[in-house]
């Protein structure tokens, strides 16, 4: 069932549609069927969730208002999932590209260091013998 809007079938053996043929086709015996389209926030239908009845049945309105409700629910799970998914995807590559920076500039202070200990220890035994020189 890819349609736009929930689609009932109160007596199956009644309703003659090539939808109906098709649905009971599938399911040996059935005598009732309703089903609500699962589309994503983008409009893509996934396909439906349905309910099937070896007797004919008639949906009530909080009925058929709860198969629809059920219907959003479950998208609205899937798409929150997805979206959780997609974060937890991001979080992982900033903090690989965040341990990568912090590595580098942990290399370039320890390099930086090196380079100014060098000229800095050369700087204090001048000091050091200057101030030897003039005691």
Known sequence: MLRDAPYIVAN???DTSQLTKTLAAGVKGMGFYAGAPLITVGGFNLGSLWIIDRK??????????S???LAYLIMDRLESSLNLSRI?????R??????KI???Q?????????????PLNTICRRAVAQHAQHA
Not at 88 to 92: G, K, P, S, V
């Open 56 to 65: 004919p049945q008639i949906l009530n309105e909080k009925e058929f208002a």
């Open 106 to 118: 942990s290399e370039i202070i320890s390099s930086m260091g090196h380079e100014l200990r060098t």
């Open 67 to 69: 198969l629809r409700d």
């Open 102 to 104: 912090s590595l580098e």
């Open 94 to 99: 900033n903090k690989d590209a965040t341990r």
């Open 88 to 92: 937890l995807t991001q979080i992982i």
């Open 12 to 14: 199956t053996k009644i």
